[in-house]
Each structure stands twice: as C-alpha cells, then as structure tokens.
Nanobody
Framework: EVHLVESGGGSVQTGGSLRLSCAASGFTISNYCMGWFRQAPGKERERVAR???????GYTDSVKGRFTISRDNTKNTLYLQMDSLKPEDTAMYFC??????????????WGQGTQVTVSS
C-alpha cells in the first residue's frame, strides 16, 4: 500500500526556515517524479517544487532562490528546505508522486499535508 507522510511544518517568523520531509512507503521515490505543492485558505493548490527521476529540479518563480527540493533515496524520503520564509508562504504543504509531464510532475499519489504558518 502506498503512503506519503509529510512532517516538519510549524509556525515561524518572517525570515525563518523550515525543513519539510515526506516519507514514502509502498513504492520507490527514485522511480517517480516527486513534487511539493501548497494550498492557502481560499486559494487553489499550486505547485512549489519538483524533482525528476534524474534529479533535475524545478521551482515556481515565487520560491526560487529560497526553497530547495531534494531526496534521499536510501531513506525513500523527499525534502523541502525553506529559507527566508515570507507570510505569503503560509499554506498547507503536500508532497506528491507521479510521472514527468511537460515541465512538471503529474500527481498520482498524495500525502495528507503539513501546515506552514509564517508570521510577520
């Protein structure tokens, strides 16, 4: 059975950092395109970062230079290092696993999310 479990969310002040983790089971993340998405209250879910099977990374413009996506294949875990956080980064963050499509990943499997709150 496939599971994605996010952790590492919390409340920080503007300029702070958080590291999100997404532990996968039931499949091997190195065989998938993995991504982070977020959804703020009243807004649509948006993509944040992705890492392809080859390790190629991509980011939405608003987080470039501040967020870093990575994975540890030995731990079957995906990460999102978030630095220089801003109040507009406040959202529920989800990890997803899928396949490469265009310049991003599809989303076949989803985690349950972890909340990130950035106060000014």
């Amino acid at each position: 059975e496939v599971h994605l479990v996010e952790s590492g969310g919390g409340s920080v002040q503007t300029g702070g950092s958080l590291r999100l983790s997404c532990a996968a089971s039931g499949f091997t993340i190195s065989n998938y395109c993995m991504g982070w998405f977020r959804q703020a209250p009243g807004k649509e879910r948006e993509r944040v970062a992705r890492i392809g099977r080859s390790g190629t990374t991509g980011y939405t413009d608003s987080v470039k230079g501040r967020f870093t996506i990575s994975r540890d294949n030995t731990k079957n875990t995906l990460y999102l290092q978030m630095d220089s956080l801003k109040p507009e980064d406040t959202a529920m963050y989800f990890c997803a696993a899928g396949f490469w499509s265009g310049d991003w990943c599809t989303s076949k499997y989803w985690g349950q999310g972890t909340q990130v709150t950035v106060s000014s």
